[in-house]
């Protein structure tokens, strides 16, 4: 340990000592005032000279208070003792600036986050308010002043994802006058959305709303629509990323393609279609998702072509009239610049095979959510009708059960948001088109926001019968007469106090949004990180909605948490928003947290050059000495922390800064153990 | 050891999982022992092992050491360069004649305020059985040790 910080430094600075109150937050638990006073006093020779306490002080009075002492007491650092300052370093930073001090010379001890909101021991608090205080002002002695860093701004934007979400983001930006690429996974764009007949609460045709901003899409100049397609690669940092996308092949040419269809027409072979029918209808093996499909060209679907698996039909290319099928065609890697990054990546159905006692898979008229939408579509595989598996019988009696692997520990601990409105719409959409009895099977009813309510109500008024219990399990084995042939619902009616076994023919799962099977990679692909339930974590849950902790990363839509169709579409504007305001801007200010090689004191070991995953560590063979090239340096500060000669050094967190931090963090329980020792 | 030991422990948190996860933690209430002083690092990647050492050797009892998950560094992979220096260190720190089991690494996501607060009480209570470390008072400020070196005895031949 040759720094000895305390020797180097006493008295040469003029630190101010500022301890927050935070209402009752951080005086509830701590005695700010004491902890001000000690500071004053016992830090002192520290370099302290002025240690206030304010009840609020991200006030515009408290900031007023830091700047007057800056000017009067004539300071030359200052510490804070509030919350975290990933709430607040940015207020008091500026505050110094205002004051006439680098901003960097400020820092923020979070006694809010790390004491009086954990603790509970007024006096244990207290102490370590003070232990932590010392801890910020042993550090500041060291702080450098510093610049900001200023990053220009791309101006282009990558979307990912092109449901309704992102098609709204994608969209606010092109319009803005921005170039946009929108990376979608499936050969169309449009989401889950796209699968819906009808929307609550107004039951707008999904598709006529969504088509016509999916045309949009398609035909804007300033998108770059690329379907089919997955970002393998993300490089870089805010304002300028590197993204590398592997375009499928679709093994039709785009350029000649009229989307005419004579190829889907004439394709031997049929497959059962997963994703867009929900397992429920055909698609041929060159296709596009569905008729309105956005852009109109079709893929070949590889492993089920007959062509590829067996080496003859390549019926779609004799029937093709504009020679567009190109069985040559292989995949392609593009590379895009772009300043900014929307993640609108959706969800998925939970699977409801894991509810064993519900019987999907296992009993044929127990339908999944999106099954039924499919039933319930005019285009989808029954056209509009809904019938039983068999695909004539109409239902007489339908029981819909919700909150399926939601609200449920067993599962999801979280409520899926949508499931109570959806299943409103599908009774509403069992008494129009077939005048059977309803069964509702609920936990409890979640009708929030505009007109949803209202809808639950004209629900009721239909007739639909709510039942409210948490079903137990569905079953064909009758009991009673009446029951033979048809599905037992066994639930404990918890209004009327009792068991009740409902049989009905059809039973629908409202199944819970669940975040995509691949969240967690694609999360990682981006730098950003996911929840405990697996959702995209926002920066702020309440005041920063859709940016991520990731600058220049932002998130959209059902993959930050389970939404409705209007939020989604919020939020999606909302993030554009905040994209357009980064663009219009120029440029982005980022902490100037970088390492830097002392090449006077650099023996060229090399140790440092394989430390880096950004490349940034440069090795100059002809001097034997590091370089660290400070535009792809990222501030983790890994290179620093392995040097044996200390030649590498890091702003913000210099080794100098923490050895003085531990110091300060350990002087308080020094003192109170050698008082403990002398008593 | 008295009665009433309170360890005393430095912990060192990334800026991007578990700095934020003590934020979550705060946030969400949940109580953890106040023996923990918390440092925040940039990553755990910048964890220099002196800094432990440093700690120690200032008085602490402890050091927790923390980082995102394996496979979800914000610098893509530098918590593993953390778990090699760390296991390093607990080599160094049984060869200096210290409970390697003073230093512990804790994974934490982002989310898992409640899991930084279990492992932090753990970890309290861990060292509290240990008893206190006592390093300061074994070695001076010119990092000589401060208890006499008793003299070779005479051997006879």
Sequence with gaps: ?679 | MSENFEPVIIGFTCNWCSYRAADLAGTARVKYPPNVRLIRLMCSGRLDPTFVFKALAEGADGVLITGCHPGECHYLEQNYKALRRFLLMRRTLAGLGVEPERVKLVWASAAEGVRLANEIAILVEEVRALGPLNWPKWVSGDGHSMVPIPEAEEVPA
Aim: charged residues 20%; aromatic residues 8%; hydrophobic residues 35%.
């Design chain 1, 1 to 679: 340990m040759t720094t000895n910080p305390s020797e180097e430094s006493t008295g040469k600075e003029r630190i101010g000592v500022y301890v927050c109150h935070c209402g009752t937050n951080i005086a509830g638990i701590v005695d700010v005032e004491d902890v001000a006073v000690w500071a004053g006093k016992e830090l002192k020779d520290r370099g302290v000279v002025v240690a206030r306490d304010y009840k609020f002080m991200c006030s515009s009075l408290g900031q007023e208070l830091i700047e007057k002492d800056i000017q009067e007491e004539g300071l030359t650092r200052v510490v804070v003792a509030a919350c975290s300052p990933h709430l607040h370093e940015n207020t008091f930073r500026t505050a110094c600036g205002r004051g006439g001090l680098n901003p960097y010379l400020c820092e923020l001890v979070s006694i809010r986050e790390q004491v009086s909101w954990v603790h509970t021991d007024r006096k244990a608090a207290t102490e370590k308010s003070k232990a932590m205080l010392s801890g910020g002002v042993e550090r500041v002695i060291f702080n450098e002043p510093l610049e900001p860093l200023h990053v220009p701004i791309h101006p282009a934007t990558l979307v990912v994802g092109g449901g309704i979400a992102g098609i709204q983001a994608a969209l606010e930006i092109a319009d803005g006058g921005f170039p946009v690429y929108m990376v979608e996974r499936e050969p169309s764009i449009g989401g889950h959305m796209s699968q819906f007949d009808k929307t609550f609460p107004t039951l707008d045709c999904a598709a006529c709303i969504l088509t016509p901003r999916m045309v949009s899409v398609g035909g804007h100049p300033n998108i770059t629509l690329l379907t089919y397609s997955e970002v393998v690669k993300v490089e870089g940092y805010v304002g300028n990323f590197t993204v590398t996308i592997r375009k499928k092949a679709r093994c039709v040419n785009q350029e000649l393609c009229t989307g005419c269809g004579i190829c889907q027409e004439k394709c031997p072979k049929k497959v059962i279609d997963d994703i867009y029918e929900a397992g429920l209808g055909y698609r041929k093996a060159v296709y596009t998702p569905f008729p309105q499909a956005v852009p109109k060209y079709p893929v070949i679907d590889k492993p089920n072509c007959t062509y590829f698996q067996k080496g003859t039909c390549k019926a779609c290319q004799k029937f093709c009239p504009t020679n567009a099928i190109d069985f040559e065609q292989e995949d392609e890697y593009i590379t895009v610049q772009v300043g900014n990054i929307i993640l609108a990546t959706g969800y998925d159905l939970f699977d409801p095979r894991r509810v064993t006692q519900y019987g999907y898979g296992r009993l044929a008229n127990v339908f999944t959510s999106l099954e039924f939408e499919r039933l319930t579509n005019a285009a989808g595989p029954t056209n509009g009708n809904i019938v039983l598996r068999d695909g004539v019988t109409t239902p007489q009696t339908v029981g819909i059960i919700h909150c399926v692997g939601s609200r449920d520990r067993n599962f999801n601990n979280y409520c899926s948001v949508i499931c109570c409105m959806q299943s409103l719409k599908f009774a509403h959409l069992v008494h129009e088109r077939t005048g059977a009895t309803v069964y509702n099977f609920y936990i409890d009813m979640r009708t929030a926001y505009k007109e949803y309510d209202e809808f639950y109500q004209r629900v009721l008024e239909e007739g639909t019968l709510f039942v409210r219990g948490k079903v137990a399990e569905v079953t064909d084995a009758a009991r009673k007469p009446g029951e033979e042939g048809k599905l037992i619902v066994q639930v404990e009616d918890t209004l009327a106090g009792k068991q009740r076994r409902i049989p009905v023919d059809m039973v629908v799962l409202s199944a819970a949004m669940q975040p995509r099977s691949d969240a967690k990679e694609v999360a990682h692909l981006f730098g950003i990180s996911c929840s405990a339930s697996g959702w995209y974590i926002e920066k702020h849950p309440k005041l920063d909605p859709v940016a991520t902790m990731t600058e220049g990363v932002f998130i959209a839509g059902c993959d930050q948490g389970p939404k409705d169709i209007p939020t989604s579409v919020a939020q999606g504007a909302a993030a554009a928003a905040r994209v357009l305001g980064r663009i219009q801007q120029g440029e982005i200010a980022l902490e100037p947290v970088r390492a830097t090689v002392d090449q006077e004191k650099c023996s060229g070991c090399r140790i440092c050059n394989n430390l880096c995953p950004f490349n940034a560590i440069l090795f100059h063979e002809d001097r034997m000495v590091t370089e660290v090239n400070p535009a792809l340096c990222q501030g983790c500060g890994t290179c620093v922390a392995a040097c044996p000669a200390g030649a590498i050094s890091g702003t913000v967190f210099s080794n100098e800064q923490i050895f003085a931090q531990i110091e300060g963090l350990l002087r308080v329980n020094f003192e109170h153990e050698r008082v403990a020792e002398l008593a």
